[in-house]
């Protein structure tokens, strides 16, 4: 099975920034590699969407279109490690974060990540 941990959330005003990592690691990833790993976010109340997703193959991102232009995932392939950087974070953006992870394209394409994070929690004060 493949184990994700996520850092870096933490308590920031508007208009600042914060660095969200992710790490995969097990011994799944020893036969499958990863196809495309992902941010969701699930604010109090409401239910749990998606922010942002990066290929492990063939460079690609996506991103939900209230964070483009603010939010960029990157990824580091030798550790399977993905990034998110936060820019002009807003208090609509606080949430607890979640890392997701899939070694399947047709998951990806579904939007069905079989490997989840605990998440971290990431708060905007006004």
């Known amino acids: 099975q493949v184990h994700l941990v996520e850092s870096g959330g933490g308590l920031v005003q508007a208009g600042g920034s914060l660095k969200l990592s992710c790490a995969a690691s097990?011994?799944?990833?020893?036969?499958?590699?990863?196809?495309?790993m992902g941010w969701f976010r699930q604010a109090p109340g409401k239910e749990r969407e998606f922010v942002a997703a990066?290929?492990?193959?063939?460079?690609?991102?996506s991103y939900t279109d209230s964070v483009k232009g603010r939010f960029t995932i990157s990824r580091d392939t030798a550790l399977n490690t993905v990034y998110l950087q936060m820019n002009s974070l807003k208090p609509e953006d606080t949430a607890i974060y979640y890392c997701?992870?899939?070694?399947?394209?047709?998951?990806?394409?579904?939007?069905?990540?079989?490997?989840w994070g605990q998440g971290t929690q990431v708060t905007v004060s006004s």
């Open positions: 097990g011994r799944t990833l020893s036969y499958f590699s990863i196809h495309a």
């Open positions: 990066i290929t492990w193959g063939a460079f690609s991102t």
């Open positions: 997701a992870a899939t070694t399947d394209s047709s998951r990806y394409r579904r939007m069905e990540y079989e490997y």
